[in-house]
């Protein structure tokens, strides 16, 4: 892959996402465990809602009367708005009972209640709560369904981020990118499985289109292991001075793999989701520069993270496991605050690299 200019930063309304950037899946407008002062005192470079769950929790309107999403979480720092395409994936295409894709829309079923996802109103509904960057409605699927399915996928999404330019156009015409950056930022995503030949057709089509990002989508891993090719494939697709985002990728290795590759963005529920569950990372080798996850046992009790958190400033492992036990909602804020500052660390550590112009 020819190795190209990578781009330091970003700027958004709510001020500059410097690369590689991790966010932390901010699903309905929290992260679960913690406030909205520990992911500031975490470092963390922003947050990602998704639209497809804040409409199913009736929260768009409440979030649009609090003057939008930072006024609602009490955070100043960028925020993605996910389209609900992964939901796509994750519901309909491996549960097909749970709703239905067509060209024109998307149902979903879920208890009896009925969710609807068109691309304009996917749009209308991220302007709503005034994201700093919007993501396309794309029709998102696994590396292993069939090539028929994924060319149909490949075509709904080219036909989609059509619509969506053409509805985000159309509502921030009189807004802008310049002074004041009052014009959110529009990112479409690319899909096509491993099929090379697809994703080469949809990244040409959305190119025409033209927006300010380009996403890598579908299910990036294949029984556990990173789709490296086809990472690396369509990262070389992609212009430069366009940021890449690397949707759903978290863990460490795989995150430093790929910005190698030439990725820009992160975002996964991992960080989070294993605090909840007692997994925590650490640095481990001779420069600490090995990212490892443990379970909080016995056998770590006198382990240092070698971390500047909260959490390690002023506990020890032996007190984690206790509050596990004792006093959980205690337990998951700190060994969430832990992973988020461990990740934020380890982001300025890639972006110092690239200020130094090594690519990982």
């Not at 079923?109 to 304009?120: A, F």
């Not at 696994?142 to 969506?164: F, M, N, P």
């Not at 556990?224 to 990728?249: H, Q």
């Not at 036990?325 to 605050?337: P, V, W, Y």
Request: hydrophobic share 35%; aromatic share 8%.
């Amino acid at each position: 892959m020819k190795t190209r200019q990578q781009i330091k930063s970003i700027k958004t309304s709510h001020g500059y996402v410097h690369f590689p950037a991790f966010f932390p899946d901010a699903t309905c407008g929290f992260v679960k465990s913690v406030s909205s002062a520990d992911l500031k005192n975490a470092g963390v470079d922003g947050v990602v809602v998704n639209i497809y769950h804040l409409l199913k929790n009736n929260l768009v309107d409440k979030i649009a009367r609090k003057g939008g999403i930072h006024r609602y979480m009490n955070f100043n720092k960028p925020v993605i708005s996910d389209s609900g395409g992964f939901q796509v994936m994750s519901l309909i295409h491996r549960h097909p009972e749970l709703g239905k894709i067509e060209d024109e829309k998307i149902t979903f079923m879920l208890d009896g209640k009925k969710v609807v996802l068109t691309p304009e109103t996917c749009i209308q509904l991220q302007l709503k709560i005034k994201s700093d960057i919007v993501m396309c409605l794309d029709d998102c699927t696994e590396a292993s369904i069939s090539q028929q399915e994924q060319k149909k996928s490949v075509e709904r999404t080219i036909s989609w981020a059509k619509r969506c330019k053409q509805e985000f156009e159309r509502l921030t015409k009189n807004k802008r990118h310049a002074k004041g950056m009052k014009k959110p930022l529009i990112f479409a995503i690319v899909q096509g499985g491993e099929n090379r030949t697809l994703r080469k057709h949809c990244a040409k089509e959305l190119l025409k289109i033209g927006f300010d990002g380009y996403s890598f989508g579908g299910w990036p891993v294949k029984k556990g292991r990173l789709l490296s090719r086809t990472l690396k494939y369509v990262s070389s697709l992609i212009p430069e001075g366009k940021p890449r985002y690397a949707m759903g990728i978290g863990k460490p290795q795989d995150i430093i793999d790929a910005v190698k590759f030439g990725y820009d963005m992160f975002d996964c529920v991992i960080p989070t989701r294993d605090a909840r569950h007692k997994r925590l990372f650490v640095c481990k080798g001779k420069n600490k520069n090995k990212i490892i996850s443990i379970n909080i046992r016995k056998k770590y009790f006198n382990m240092k993270a070698d971390c500047d958190c909260h959490f390690c400033r002023n506990y020890s492992f032996k007190d984690l496991h206790a509050y596990f036990r004792n006093d959980r909602r205690k337990a998951e804020r700190l060994a969430t605050i832990h992973n988020l500052r461990l990740y934020s660390r380890m982001m300025e550590r890639l972006r110092e690299k690239r200020k130094r112009g090594k690519r990982g």
